[in-house]
């Protein structure tokens, strides 16, 4: 690990002891804070040959790093896995492990050739678009599940002369696999809070919180392309290796992140929207946003802005749950979960501080938008007429007002 916002993996020394900072701040950026040494004079009756003198400290130490993110969080059987890595080391290796009520090693290939790529200023809300490293498809054998990939190097040392010791660094990427039939085993759907998991992410330099960022910056935007270790060991995963080894043989789930709630819509079409929306209103005495949002009237043709119909994720299942801390939700989210209990699905959050902040996917789902407390200062909503602002904050921006855990929680109670 080199300095506090990048090269953030585990390194370990020598003797075997992990420790941290084992490089230069910056190093893997051309930068150094030492000088070069000057070897020492002979003194007065030093009659040691020059050959035989200790050679000079070298001016510093290489670094030593492997970090890395996948182009998406969410696949399936057949799809292509592409990982992003940047390391100081010449080759790296990959291993992949399901993480449930066991550790799974799945994969692992070795020797693969690694290059440095620069972090950009502004990685940390856009991303570090380094080329793709290795490629992987998913197997058909892969159950659904959530992956964790270790990257690895290690090498002899970081000097010519000095600091030979054998040194290892090693850092961790999380990704999902969702079922390739979803539904077909089991009624039961966990979506994990990906969404958070960004949030606090500070690689790069911020996130969502002034008091994990540089210099006490709170971001506004953060991306999910770069380093992420994620919370998954921290919130969700006690509960997996409940549920999956509870006696009886366990109880199958399938796995899905937040965004995919928004991005894999179900069967749908216009009259069973129209009906949907108009359930809602009876039983909660609102007009919901969906009906407002996504009809309109276009050349004398009605039409929903998504397609006419389209396939829907939670339309294979009758429970969602959500695990741990599932704090950062989007408008589209909190959509098509509505819609799900309205037609009779059920829904349980194990969860503290649920469905709190707003976000706005943006980048196609790579990014995620949030100015929270600050969101009088969203293009977004400053762009909305006064009477607009009640749509501009169906989008995904705001703090108050029709916030999402008050309706989805009052639903839940009914």
């Known amino acids: 690990m080199s300095d506090d916002w990048v090269n953030s993996g585990a390194a370990e020394t ?13 190093a893997h950026r051309g930068e150094s804070n030492l000088q070069q040494s000057v070897a020492p004079q002979p003194r007065a009756g030093d009659h040691m040959a020059k050959d035989e003198r200790r050679p000079a400290v070298e001016a510093a130490v290489r670094p030593l790093y492997v970090e890395g993110y996948t182009r998406e969080l969410s696949y399936r059987a057949g799809d292509t896995v592409e990982f992003c890595v940047s390391t100081s080391a010449p080759s790296f290796t990959l291993t992949v492990a399901r993480i449930g009520a066991a550790c799974e090693d799945v994969f692992e290939r070795v020797e693969i050739a690694g290059a440095a790529h620069d972090v950009p200023e502004n990685a940390a809300s856009h991303g570090c678009a380094w080329p793709t490293a290795f490629s992987l498809t998913v197997p058909p054998e892969w159950r659904t599940g959530y992956y964790e990939a270790a990257l690895s190097v290690e090498d002899d040392g970081g000097a010519d002369w000095t600091h ?4 290892t660094a090693c850092s961790v990427l999380g990704f ?6 979803p539904g077909a085993t089991t009624r039961i759907l966990l979506q994990l809070a990906t969404n958070t998991y960004a949030a606090y992410n500070n690689w790069g330099g911020h996130c969502l919180y002034s008091a994990f960022g540089q210099q006490e910056h709170q971001g506004t935007r953060v991306s999910f392309e770069r380093p992420m270790a994620g919370l998954f060991h921290k919130w969700e995963h006690c509960f997996v290796h409940w549920a999956e080894s509870a006696a009886g043989g366990g109880y199958t789930m399938d796995y899905a992140t937040n965004l995919d709630l928004e991005q894999r819509p179900e069967v749908r079409n216009i009259l069973s929207l129209f009906l949907s929306q108009f359930s809602l209103y009876m039983k909660h005495d609102r007009l919901p946003r969906q009906a407002r949002d996504k009809i309109q009237c276009k050349e004398g043709k009605v039409r929903n802005e998504d397609s006419v119909s389209r396939t829907q994720l939670l339309d294979h299942y009758s429970l969602v749950l959500s695990v741990g801390h599932d704090e950062y939700w989007s408008a589209g989210m909190r959509d098509s979960l509505e819609d799900f209990i309205a037609r009779g699905g059920n829904c349980a959050f194990f969860a503290g501080n649920a469905v709190c902040w707003k976000v706005r996917p943006e980048d196609n789902g790579h990014a995620l938008t949030s100015y929270k407390q600050m969101f009088v200062m969203d293009p977004v909503w400053n762009a909305a007429p006064d009477d607009e602002e009640e749509e501009a904050d169906a989008e995904g921006v705001g703090a108050g007002g029709d916030s999402p855990d008050k309706t989805i929680i009052w639903l839940l109670s009914q």
Do not use: I, K, T
């Open 176 to 181: 999902v696999v969702r079922a390739a039939q």
């Open 14 to 26: 020598g003797s075997g002891a992990r420790r941290f900072d084992v490089v230069l701040p910056h």
């Open 164 to 167: 030979r010791g054998r040194r």
